[in-house]
Structures are given as structure tokens and as C-alpha cells.
């Protein structure tokens, strides 16, 4: 069986909170050794020198749109895009046509991505048959299936008997559910409500509309305890509610931000840019200061990237129209690294683990986001300086609304190995 031999490299590895020049050794697909190997005989040898070599990046949060919107993206394409950006697992939300809210659905995203045999994708089942709210989905069937979280994504649960009924259910087998908050009877706008949508004359949508729900949801899981995460944080406010919960020993509470909500304001939304149309919408100087400082202090786990596609005449629409979301996953570690690793708010360790450990923490790979003896041999090799410019036009994925065109950034994944094959590496 194949043995790949990466030398030379700085091992970062926050799972045995390792941080050293040395070796890594694959051998069928698992990690063999780590730190000094030693001479062996590989198959490949990949000199690392000057690289960081990571356990595989993990995004628990992205969107392919099969079934439904191929023209968008697929299982295939986004499984492309994501070990070009140096991620080797991600979890695909349901907000499918139809919605993955059933055992046949999940068994088809692991179909395809196993035809694709690029990244390791699980897809997350909806909590609402047709994510409409009303009732339960197939959770436990789709839990047995290997569905790895439950959300409505693209809408909350906005019925709060609802979600305790979905809190109470997935309780039951220390399922996840991953919430998407947003209060429908305060949303409905375009972008932040505030004095950039006044100016404009955009409809929108408050702060308090994401606050509500991670509030309610807080309390009503206070006395059930069912694993909860809240994706794609954007206030100061939430930041703060997330805060408290977990001094108030809310320890099963768990959070995620994105990297737009970490390097872009409402200001952004002057142009009337359709890429700087997302939900929950860009902020203001105030809430991105305050999500930095939650990422800092450990209120915010994960670094997520919520990469969501749509077709180019979608996005062409006027900005009321157009719909919400933008690409990120072949860009998002360069924007972390200019988010938090430039100004200095955070160091390698913990980037590597907010971008992949923590993200296997949350949804229980306890084989992935981790270089221990035996681990998955899925691996990401890191170039911290080189310097590029990111171009939406080179993406892999099949779409291109992506607000950060044209931004000089440094820091690169050069080589993505999934189960110790080399999937991706960089022309250079
Ligand atoms: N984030 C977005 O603006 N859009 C997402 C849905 C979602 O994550 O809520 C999408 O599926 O397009
Ligand atoms: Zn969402
Ligand atoms: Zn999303």
C-alpha cells in the first residue's frame, strides 16, 4: 500500500499541541508516524521545507447545490473548490431542491462525493421536512444514516415548539443541531439596518432579528442540553449572548463565524455590490471588533466559511432582488490569515484549530483535524508567506461571487492529501 513521506516541514498540530520541525509518515490512509521518522522507504517524498503541515482543513459549513442548482455547484465542483482551498472535509447544509431531509437524500451526497473521491463531504439533514418549519424531519433515520448535524440553514426554526421539539428529539441521541438565527418577523430586508440601509434606502435587517433567536434557543435549551451551535455570528450582541451562556456552564453551546464578518462592514454595501449581499448581512466596525474579540477569547469555537454560491445573473439582479451569499472556500485561510494572524489577535496553533481540530470536535470526527498515530492521513501543507492575489475567475468552483476579487493577500494551501493521496497541489 502506498506510503507518502512529507519531510522538512513545521508540524502544527493542536490536537497534542504540537509545534515542531519534523516529518509526517502516511501509510494506508493513516497517519503512521509523526515528528522524527527517521529513514524509510516511501512511494513519494514531498519535501515541506518553509511549510506548515496541518491536519486537513474542515469546514463544517458550506453549500453545494445538488440536487437542484448543478449550474451553481456540485458535490463534484464543490469537493474540487474545497481541497483547492485546502480543505479535506466538509459538511454540506440542506438548503438543496429538494431539501436533504430524508435518508435516500443523505445517502446520495455521500454517493456523489465518494464518485468524486476528492474531499471527505457529510451532508447535515434538515431539522424540518422541507425546511419548512412545520414538522420534524427524518432525524433519526438520517442520523443512522450518517447525516453529521441538523439545520434549516438559509432560514431558523422560527417555530419555538418546534425547536424544542427538535431539541428535545436530537437530545435524545446527542445529536447536533446547527441553528441559523434569524427572527422572520424582524428580517426581510436587504442588508444591516442601520444608518447605511437608511441612507440607501435599503429595507433592513436588525441585529436584533439574529439576537432574538440565539437568545430563545439559549433558553429553551437551558433546561434540555441538546448540542447547540450557532452558525455564522455577525453582532456584537450575539457574540456577548454566546458570551454568557457559556459562563452560565452552557458548555454543549458552540459557534461559528465567517470570514466576511471578520474583514467587511454595511459600509461595503455603498457600491451596491450584489456580492456584499449575505445573510446574516454584513455589520458594522462595532460588531466585527466584537466577533474578533470573540474568536480571541474562545466565545466563537470555529472559523466556518459559510461558501454559498449563485449563478452570476442572480447576482446581477438589483441588490433587493439578488439573492444572499457569496464563495469562500478557496479563499477563506488567507482571509483568516489577514483577519487574525497579521494583526496579531491570534497565533498558527489556534488558527489550525479553530479551522479544522475544533470543527472535528464539534461534529465528532475524532479521526480528523488531528496528525495523532493512526488518525485519517488527511493533511493540508500551508505556505504562511506566499504572496498571491485572489482572482474569482480562477476559482475551481463553479461560481464567482466572491467580494474579496482582486484583494493581495498571503498565505496559501499548496498541497491538500486526503486519506494520504495528494488531491490537490498548486502549480508553481
Ligand atoms: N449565507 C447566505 O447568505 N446564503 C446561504 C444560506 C445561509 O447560509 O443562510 C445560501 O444558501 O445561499
Ligand atoms: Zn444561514
Ligand atoms: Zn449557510
Redesign the pocket.
Known amino acids: 500500500m502506498p506510503t507518502l513521506l512529507i519531510q522538512n516541514g513545521t508540524i502544527l498540530d493542536p490536537s497534542q499541541n504540537l509545534e515542531r520541525k519534523g516529518d509526517l509518515l502516511l501509510r494506508d490512509g493513516k497517519v503512521e508516524a509523526v515528528g522524527d521518522v527517521g529513514a524509510v522507504n516511501a512511494d513519494r517524498v514531498i519535501d515541506a521545507t518553509g511549510l506548515y503541515v496541518t491536519p486537513g482543513l474542515i469546514d463544517i459549513h458550506v453549500?453545494f447545490r445538488e440536487p437542484g442548482d448543478e449550474e451553481e455547484e456540485t458535490i463534484a465542483s464543490g469537493s474540487a473548490a474545497s481541497v483547492a482551498g485546502g480543505f479535506t472535509t466538509v459538511c454540506c447544509?440542506p438548503?438543496t431542491k429538494p431539501a436533504l431531509d430524508n435518508e435516500a437524500q443523505i445517502e446520495f451526497v455521500f454517493r456523489e462525493s465518494k464518485k468524486a473521491n476528492l474531499a471527505n463531504v457529510y451532508p447535515i439533514g434538515a431539522i424540518t421536512k422541507g425546511r419548512e418549519g412545520k414538522e420534524l424531519a427524518e432525524i433519526g433515520t438520517m442520523h443512522e444514516r450518517g447525516a453529521i448535524a441538523f439545520s434549516d440553514?438559509?432560514v431558523g426554526v422560527a417555530d419555538a415548539s418546534v425547536m424544542r421539539k427538535a431539541l428535545q428529539y436530537c437530545k435524545m441521541f446527542d445529536a447536533l443541531i446547527m441553528q441559523?438565527c434569524e427572527e422572520p418577523s424582524l428580517s426581510g430586508g436587504a442588508m444591516h439596518a442601520g444608518l447605511v440601509s437608511m441612507t440607501l434606502g435599503l429595507p433592513g435587517i436588525p441585529a436584533e432579528a439574529e439576537q432574538l433567536m440565539i437568545g430563545r434557543d439559549l433558553l429553551l435549551d437551558r433546561t434540555i442540553g441538546c448540542r447547540y451551535h450557532v452558525?455564522?455570528i455577525s453582532t456584537a450582541g450575539s457574540v456577548e449572548l454566546i458570551r454568557r451562556a457559556k459562563r452560565d456552564k452552557q458548555h454543549y453551546v458552540t459557534a461559528e463565524v465567517a470570514p466576511h464578518h471578520l474583514l467587511l462592514t454595511d459600509e461595503d454595501c455603498r457600491t451596491y455590490d450584489t456580492n456584499y449581499k449575505?445573510?446574516p448581512p454584513l455589520r458594522t466596525a462595532e460588531d466585527v471588533a466584537a466577533c474578533i474579540r470573540g474568536v480571541v477569547d474562545g466565545t466563537i469555537n470555529i472559523l466556518a466559511t459559510?461558501h454559498?454560491p449563485?449563478l452570476a445573473e442572480e447576482k446581477e439582479l438589483e441588490f433587493t432582488r439578488a439573492?444572499?451569499?457569496i464563495i469562500g472556500i478557496e479563499c477563506a485561510l488567507p482571509l483568516y490569515i489577514k483577519a487574525l494572524i497579521e494583526p496579531g489577535h491570534i497565533g498558527w496553533l489556534k488558527m489550525v484549530d479553530m479551522m479544522s481540530t475544533g470543527h472535528a470536535r464539534i461534529v465528532r470526527l475524532p479521526n480528523k483535524g488531528t496528525l495523532k498515530v493512526g488518525a485519517d492521513a488527511d493533511v493540508t501543507l500551508i505556505d504562511p508567506n506566499l504572496k498571491w492575489k485572489i482572482d474569482a475567475e480562477q476559482f475551481v468552483s463553479k461560481s464567482r461571487n466572491c467580494p474579496f476579487h482582486g484583494w493581495d493577500v498571503t498565505g496559501r494551501a499548496v498541497a491538500t492529501i486526503v486519506a494520504g493521496d495528494v488531491k490537490w497541489e498548486l502549480k508553481r
Do not use: E
Open positions: 453549500h447544509m438548503n440553514d438559509g441559523h452558525q455564522h449575505m445573510n459559510d454559498a449563485h439573492p444572499f451569499g
